[in-house]
Nanobody, 116 residues
Framework: QVKLVESGGGLVQAGGSLRLSCVASGSILSTDTMGWYRQAPGKQRELVAVITSGGTANYADSVKGRFTISRDNAVVYLQMNSLKLEDTAVYCC????????????WGQGTQVTVSS
């Protein structure tokens, strides 16, 4: 099992920045893909960014150029700049195996609220 603990969420004004952190513990593997997803009220959960063990990152179109994902061993970060009202959501950390059956693990989430 993998345990994920997120931190760094909070209330920020539009245009501001936040940095989320997620610490993974347990049976984390160096080959795991790590990422961030978010879910806004009344909406489905969506991918924000993922990063492979080799450092390749992919982003949702809505956050490209504003968010940066990085990882350091079993910790994954999400630097969020130029925040917009529509970035308000619960942000969840995710770890996914890269081999069948591609098990995925989730954190409890951290709230990010962007105000005008």
């Amino acid at each position: 099992q993998v345990k994920l603990v997120e931190s760094g969420g909070g209330l920020v004004q539009a245009g501001g920045s936040l940095r989320l952190s997620c610490v993974a513990s347990g049976s984390i593997l160096s080959t795991d893909t790590m990422g961030w997803y978010r879910q806004a009220p009344g909406k489905q959960r969506e991918l924000v960014a993922v990063i492979t063990s080799g450092g390749t990152a992919n982003y949702a179109d809505s956050v490209k150029g504003r968010f940066t994902i990085s990882r350091d061993n079993a910790v994954v970060y999400l630097q969020m700049n130029s925040l917009k009202l529509e970035d308000t959501a619960v942000y969840c950390c995710n770890v996914r195996r890269t081999y069948y059956p591609y098990n995925a693990y989730w954190g409890q989430g951290t709230q990010v609220t962007v105000s005008s």
